[in-house]
């Protein structure tokens, strides 16, 4: 072990992580397993051989794609590409779907993942209207509605749970209002998933973007472009997709190839592959701890004097993620007394979601977050409010 | 010296990796004997990836691979060598 090695296991060992929100940590044995296997043993790039190594590894995508696509119903396990991140599925749905010209309706929790490729295809030509959440960061499904009844409109974006709130948005709802308006619903479910039980068919979306390494516990680097029959953006990267194909001059536009050129990320793939398979096991029970967790956070906050949380009050719903407001001590200084002092892993800032806190009223000051996830107990959350009091008083 | 026997096979080429996996499971759980091999260059458009069937498990083949909704891009008749 190098002495860079050393160190971090030494931090780690003494980390109390509550920034799940951000990235899961630790990942369940299986994922570590599956990804040190793929790095150690399955050598051949998928697809592109047909020699007993590189065929081993295109069966190895293709369960995972299999596993993801059931987690998350997805019917047909081809609709669903593998992909560099949520954020390369989002630009790749906003930036393939729309076009100078068109009109999108998006909500203002939204991620700069959403918040950024529209500002780039703003200034394309592309009308973008912005829907305002209410003061707890949930969007109104009328709201929308009038929005997009309001001109022809080629898209509605909404995240499916805020990355600052947590907060829950009623996807479904707007995905009913897109449709009837000949509208695509587009949402970006880095937050979502792993933290709640998915049926991207029935929820309606037409794209369905999910982060890999967050609540659904795989390795960063990958990320899952879901798509329904109907929509079909253009591929944004060209180049290999291996095999006979070669001699196409344009990118195919067969599913899942036409959004995965290059070399695929093997270790990652077969990571979520495996984080798949985990969360359809443990997944329920999970979500039940993370909800009574997040809930005790909640309380414990709030019977602190001078604190605030955003987003709705306790025991409603939400995903995991919870963030807080002191009236006098900065989030900064809180994350950084809560590391210092207590190891305690927590984000303070505008966590890429600057639309989100003007919306709440918090550009000025930030937030500091807390995501729980995997791993944590009732000791991690009551140390974390123990602390707070402390830093605060 | 005796003269190789030239076996006959039928060779189906599809549009993706992910298809041709597809198609590969669903003839193994048919019984179908197949055999994944690089994709001929006669089989002209299609992933790197080809199942070759014996001619006498065709029939069966194209009907599992029709059930099973996995469409074949191509298909052609190989002779080993």
Known sequence: ?393 | MTPRELREFVVYGFETTHAALDAEDLLKAGGVSVVPIPAPRALGVSCGIAMRVSPEETAAAERILTEGRVDWASRAVMHDV
């Open chain 1, 1 to 393: 072990m190098t002495e860079a090695a050393r160190d971090i296991r030494a931090t780690a060992a003494r980390t109390v992580y509550l920034d799940h929100g951000a990235t899961s940590w630790p990942k369940p044995q299986p994922v570590v397993q599956a990804v040190r296997e793929a790095v150690e043993f399955y050598g051949g790039n998928p697809g592109r051989g047909a020699y007993e190594l590189a065929l081993a590894t295109a069966r190895l995508i293709h369960d995972a794609r299999r596993t993801c696509a059931a987690l998350l119903g997805v019917r047909d396990p081809s609709d669903l590409a593998f992909v560099s991140g949520a954020t390369e599925a989002l630009n790749i749905a906003l930036k393939g779907l729309l076009a100078p010209g068109d009109r999108v309706v998006a909500c203002s929790m939204e991620h700069n993942a959403v918040v950024r490729p529209l500002n780039v295809l703003a200034a394309q030509g592309v009308d973008v209207v912005w829907v305002d959440a209410d003061s707890t960061g949930l969007m109104d499904a009328d709201e929308v509605e009038a929005a997009v009844r309001r001109a022809p409109t080629r898209a509605v974006v909404c995240q499916h749970a805020s990355n600052v709130t947590g907060t829950i948005q009623p996807v479904g709802d707007l995905a009913d209002v897109a449709h009837a308006s000949g509208a695509w619903m587009i949402v970006d479910g880095a937050q979502a998933a792993g933290h709640l039980d998915i049926d991207v068919a029935a929820l309606g979306a037409d794209v369905y973007a999910v982060s890999g390494h967050k609540g659904l516990l795989g390795p960063q680097g990958v990320g899952l472009l879901c798509l329904s029959e109907a929509c079909e953006p253009r591929d944004l990267v060209q180049g290999g997709t291996g095999g006979g194909a070669s001699e196409l001059p344009t990118q195919p536009t067969a599913r899942p190839d036409r959004y995965e050129a290059g070399t695929p990320n093997t270790p990652g793939i077969a990571g979520a592959g495996a984080a798949a398979a985990f969360v359809a096991e443990h997944g329920h029970a999970q979500h039940g701890l993370e909800r009574e967790l997040v809930a005790r956070l909640h309380e414990g906050v709030l019977a602190l004097p001078g604190f605030r949380v955003l987003g709705s009050p306790p025991r409603e719903p939400r995903v995991p993620v919870l963030s807080v407001v002191h009236e006098r001590v900065d989030a900064d200084q809180l994350a950084f007394l809560l590391d210092k002092r207590y190891g305690i892993a927590a984000r303070a800032g505008l966590h890429c979601a600057p639309a989100a806190h003007r919306t709440l009223g918090t550009l000025a000051t930030g937030a500091l977050r807390f995501g729980i996830g995997w791993g944590n107990t009732a000791e991690h959350v009551d140390l974390a409010v123990q602390a707070l009091a402390e830093a605060a008083g």
